[in-house]
């Protein structure tokens, strides 16, 4: 019965690699977002997606690319690997509405060497 | 632009003290604030909301959280701390104009037995 979840839970891969990470969620919800959380835990948001419309793009790189293909997916495509690029990569989903709280998936930890 | 900082990047309490986690926040509009725990190697779990109404607002596993409009804080706090407590605590704000979610950069809470 998991809320959201997003796989691979790791990921290791070679610079200039394109990988993909997965995200569904169970909840109903209407928004979902992606997150990055770099190694001093710092969490800043890449995208959100409303009702599989994009609503904020938070000046990520363009090698970085959101698919919704309905409201319950939202994915993400990374072209180009680099090293900076090796954070944790948190899905989140929540109803529409300044007070509905977000809900986490367990994490995408990538690793590019 | 809206903001948020936790001052404290690590918290030490003993096991069975109260605890305060600090938290200001900056904003235009009407405030809509939360605070997550993260454990290691997990997503982040919602702990509490404010929007309106009662300054002092009752979470998950006994946590509270007091707000107060002058000081633009969200203090979280717990009466007793237990040793599970131990976590990565972050706070987070959301203006009334659109669906961002802005975190702060968290505090670690060691509680020691």
């Known amino acids: 019965d998991t809320a959201v979840s997003q796989t691979p839970k790791y990921l290791v891969t070679q610079m200039g690699n394109d990988k993909s990470i997965k995200c569904e969620q169970n909840?109903?919800?209407?928004?979902m977002y992606w997150y990055k959380q770099d190694s001093k835990k710092f969490l800043k948001i890449m995208f959100s997606y409303n009702n599989k419309e994009l609503i904020i793009n938070e000046t990520v790189p363009n090698r970085f690319s959101p698919k919704s293909p309905d409201k319950a997916h939202l994915n993400l495509h990374i072209n180009s690997l680099e090293l900076g690029d090796s954070a944790v990569y948190f899905c989140?989903?929540?109803?529409?509405?300044?007070?509905?709280?977000?809900?986490f998936g367990n994490g995408t930890r990538l690793t590019v060497t | 632009a809206q903001s948020v900082a936790q001052p404290e990047d690590q918290v030490n309490v003993a096991e069975g003290n109260p605890l305060t986690v600090k938290c200001t926040y900056s904003?235009?509009?009407?405030?809509?604030l939360f605070w997550y725990v993260q454990y290691p190697n997990r997503g982040l779990q919602f702990l509490l909301k404010y929007i309106t109404g009662d300054n002092l607002v009752k979470g998950s596993y006994g946590f509270e959280a007091e707000f107060n409009k002058s000081q633009t804080s969200f203090h979280l706090k717990k009466p007793s701390a237990l040793v599970s407590d131990s976590a990565l605590y972050f706070c987070?704000?959301?203006?009334?104009?659109?669906?961002?979610?802005?975190f702060g950069g968290g505090t670690r809470l060691m509680v020691k037995p």
């Open positions: 909840l109903g919800h209407d928004t």
């Open positions: 987070a704000v959301r203006d009334d104009a659109g669906n961002m979610l802005t």
């Open positions: 904003v235009s509009g009407n405030p809509y």
């Open positions: 989140a989903s929540s109803q529409q509405g300044q007070n509905s709280p977000l809900h």
